[in-house]
């Protein structure tokens, strides 16, 4: 438990949650404070009623008095309750953009261990378990302490003796109820975990509802999603079962303290030692001390569900990238100019610099260290070139394409863009430079005019309509029912495969970089659409610098040079007809396309 509350107060350190919002913790404290005393002087008042007796001459005084009390409770609890509820939701708030500010700075094998629908069940549910105890738990905890403490101050000062009996008795039910919390803690880890499970799994099947469909395996799909549900419901039973017998042990022992101790007070009443208006001073104190125990006991669960959240979260915000966003621009280094971005005209860096430089790069992927994706590779691509990679599936094109977007580190060997080590790259600098169009296009849950823009956020429409036209996208989009600003769907369903691939060229087109990488365009496309998609990149790639993988090797016969990998290794290059007359490789696969 130790280690789930040190994340816990870490993350309130690190991130300055106390002093950042120090006005409404000040606030909520003395309204607690507030809240506690009018409480606390309610028994004072009581006593003051029996003592006295009902026909004293101040009566009305009295009640007026309690009534006061009343009043002060009342608006300084709810104003303890609007604090404490404000700072809940701030700051949850802050954590959830701090979790999505660190995830979006991982790399792309971050997630080969951690699935999406994992990142989303740590910020939405376990969020949640910590803004209840941030807005709720934690004020209901202090208030409960203050109370249990002044409660028991007033009792000492009432009656010292019963009031030690009290504490030695409560003192000795402590250790047995703090064992039974651990096991509460380790239950609310493995319910969290599970309910995780299940939003991966959802998430996964929602976005693969077609493929479930087309296979008619929605029974199966649902039987998977019950069995584990049910296991996060057995694991939550457990938690449940577990924290109420904590509950029903920890207010049974403790009122059953009290009620031993106010039957010696009877006795001593009886005897005279003490007055019938202070044991009901008393007894008002015992109640509120035995509410106090209830509730931190039931906070206590509260806070152990929240730590292990915390740390849940703590290891989202705390995870390091693989690659280091930002580099520091070292004496000598070579700075690209990025202007005309507006112009949609090919434009390359001063001098003449190779655009992309391989230097006996070797690579491995973490999963599999024993084999080579990339052994000893080497070659250059000179500014304002279309180069072409051509290969069987597994011979490392698509691996060479995150090399180059440092979403993977060499193993060895050195990778230059422009005349710099990538590794000497500001992250964000070399990726603004480098232009991709992806097999398979992302299209966001937003218009075409959006979806087009997110190549370069501060385009004006008429640049993006330019784009698109560039692209050959103009004329569908523009019978589409609002146009450009007509919604695509999540993932662009409201599209063909041909019209997605062609609003991804647009957005590439308007980003408008020093290096475009092409990644199977027209791979998963019908003849019509890929004369289409052929159409618009032959409308970008002259005069630009590219670096186009193609299993349809239709598509490159008028690329500069062909590179032909094989195993991570260049095996051939040159132009299409010198490879046909080599007859190796090259020559075979493209024997089995063009017969």
Not at 80 to 98: C, H, N, P, Q, T
Not at 365 to 382: C, E, G, K, T, W
């Amino acid at each position: 438990m130790a280690t789930k509350l040190s994340s816990l107060t870490r993350w309130l350190r690190d991130y300055r949650v106390l002093s950042r919002y120090k006005t409404q913790w000040s606030l909520a404290a003395l309204f607690l404070l507030l809240a506690a005393g009018a409480t606390l002087a309610v028994p004072l008042a009581f006593r003051d009623l029996v003592d006295t007796g009902l026909t004293s001459d101040a009566i009305d005084l009295k009640f007026i008095n309690l009534l006061l009390l009343a009043i002060v409770l009342g608006l300084t609890t709810a104003s303890r309750f609007y604090v404490m509820s404000w700072l809940g939701e701030r700051v949850v708030a802050d954590i959830r953009k701090r979790v999505f500010e660190n995830v979006l700075r991982q790399s792309p094998a971050y997630f080969e261990t951690l699935q999406t629908g994992e990142v989303l069940s740590r910020m939405t549910s376990d969020t949640t378990l910590v803004q209840t105890l941030v807005g709720s738990s934690i004020s209901i905890a202090l208030r409960s302490l203050v109370m249990l403490l002044g409660g028991m101050t007033m009792m000492l000062v009432t009656s010292a003796w019963l009031a030690g009996v009290m504490i030695v008795l409560l003192l000795a039910i402590v250790l047995p109820l703090w064992a039974l919390s651990r096991r509460v803690r380790k239950m609310s880890r493995a319910s969290q975990d599970k309910v995780a499970n299940t939003s991966a799994m959802a998430g996964e099947v929602l976005n693969a509802m077609t493929t479930v469909q087309a296979f008619v395996r929605e029974p199966y799909e649902q039987k998977r999603f019950d069995t584990a549900v049910e296991i996060a419901f057995s694991e939550a039973k457990k938690r449940i079962a577990m924290r109420s017998f904590l509950t029903a042990t920890a207010i049974m022992m403790a009122f059953a303290v009290i009620v031993f101790v106010l039957w010696m007070g009877a006795r001593q009443v009886t005897t005279g030692a003490i007055s019938l208006g202070e044991l009901t001073q008393f007894v008002l104190y015992a109640v509120f001390i035995a509410g106090s125990i209830g509730a931190l006991s039931e906070t206590w669960g509260d806070l152990q569900r929240a730590a292990g959240a915390m740390e849940r979260l703590v290891e989202l915000m705390q995870a390091e990238p693989s690659v280091v966003a930002e580099v520091e621009h070292q004496d000598g280094t070579v700075d690209i100019p990025m202007a005309n971005r507006s112009e949609l005209q090919p434009f390359h860096p001063a001098g003449q610099l190779e655009a992309a430089v391989f230097k006996d790069v070797t690579f491995s992927y973490p999963s599999r260290p024993d084999f080579l994706a990339m052994n000893h590779l080497s070659f250059s691509v000179p500014q304002g070139a279309r180069y072409a990679l051509v290969g069987p599936s597994g011979a490392g094109k698509s691996t060479l394409f995150a090399m180059l977007l440092r979403f993977h580190q060499p193993t060895a060997g050195q990778i230059e863009v422009f005349g710099r080590d990538i590794a000497q790259w500001p992250v964000s600098d070399l990726r603004d430079m480098i232009g991709i169009v992806p097999q398979e296009p992302v299209i966001f849950a937003a218009s075409a005019l959006e979806n087009i823009r997110y190549g370069r956020l501060d385009a004006s429409d008429e640049e993006v309509v330019a784009a698109a036209k560039t692209a050959h996208a103009h004329g569908f989009i523009s019978a589409l029912p609002q146009g450009y600003d007509s919604f695509l769907g999540e993932r662009g369903v409201r599209l063909s495969g041909g019209q997605k691939q062609r609003i991804s060229i647009a957005r590439a087109i308007l980003k408008n970089p020093p290096l475009l990488l092409l990644d199977e365009a027209t791979s998963a496309l019908d003849a019509e659409s890929e004369r289409e998609v052929q159409l618009a990149l032959d409308s970008v790639l002259p005069g630009r610098t590219s670096l186009t993988i193609a299993h349809r090797l239709a598509t490159v016969l008028q690329a500069d040079r062909i590179i032909v990998l094989e195993d991570g290794v260049v095996v051939e290059h040159g132009q299409h007809a010198e490879l046909i007359e080599q007859g190796g490789l090259y020559a075979r696969l493209a024997k089995l396309q063009f017969a």
